[in-house]
């Protein structure tokens, strides 16, 4: 029963990410047997999932099957959540990429690695935790690639900082990744627009400028 005009909504703040030297990423590419050269997608960890299918890694994988195919110089880099690294195994070896995923087991920081993607992909029915990846990405100007839910719509706007697929649609989602890595220009486009989005709706100084004058108009009231 609170009037709507009675409740003021303020985005979170996100820590800024910081990019390490172009040196450090060729070592992590190194170590992980990737060729420099290779457009990398990620799936980062975006909270505890109790189901297999709801993290949605099998929907991912079937997709980027579908894009190996055609990019054969693509890899994808996976982590594991609770009882899933065995499955993730072995659908993509059923599936013929296993030599072009890197699957990290359960508890692996995923920090280090977060500057080598060219896109995020968080295939999972959506939680707060996808939110604040998809922002702290963001930050460092990688852009998401996320199912399209109620949550996601409100950090995504669709072709400008991130791209939307339909749940469970890994049909839909290789169309998605493959437009991206295809379009002549998009993928900088996106990333430009991340950054941008970042710096206009979720960084910390816009966080205590919107709470410093909420607190202000209630004050004056």
């Not at 040196?23 to 297999?52: M, N």
């Not at 920090?111 to 939680?127: C, K």
């Not at 996320?146 to 400008?160: K, L, N, Q, Y």
């Not at 697929?165 to 290789?174: G, I, K, R, T, V």
């Amino acid at each position: 029963g609170i009037p709507r005009e009675k409740i003021v909504t303020i985005q979170s703040g996100v820590p800024c990410e910081t990019r390490h030297r172009e040196d450090c990423r060729a070592t992590q590419y190194h170590a992980l047997g990737i060729p420099e050269d290779s457009p990398v997608i990620a799936s980062f960890p975006v909270g505890k999932s109790s189901e297999w299918e709801e993290s949605g890694q099998c929907v991912l994988l079937r997709a980027f099957a579908r894009v190996a195919a055609r990019e054969g110089k693509a890899r994808l880099l996976l982590f594991a959540g609770d009882g899933e690294e065995k499955e993730l195994y072995r659908l993509a070896s059923l599936l013929g990429i296993g030599e072009a995923v890197r699957i990290f087991p359960e508890g692996t920081d995923p920090t280090p690695y977060r500057e080598l993607p060219v896109l995020h992909v968080d295939p999972s029915r959506g939680s707060e935790s996808s939110a604040l990846t998809a922002c702290t990405l963001m930050s460092l100007g990688i852009p998401t690639v996320a199912t399209d839910t109620e949550g996601m719509r409100e950090v995504i706007f669709e072709g400008e900082n991130g791209l939307l697929f339909p749940p469970d649609n890994s049909y839909a989602l290789a169309e998605v990744l493959l437009h991206a890595l295809d379009a002549p220009g998009f993928l900088p486009s996106l990333a430009r627009g991340a950054r941008e989005r970042y710096l206009k709706d979720f960084s910390l100084s816009r966080m205590e400028r919107a709470y410093r004058d909420l607190y202000r108009r209630v004050v004056s009231s």
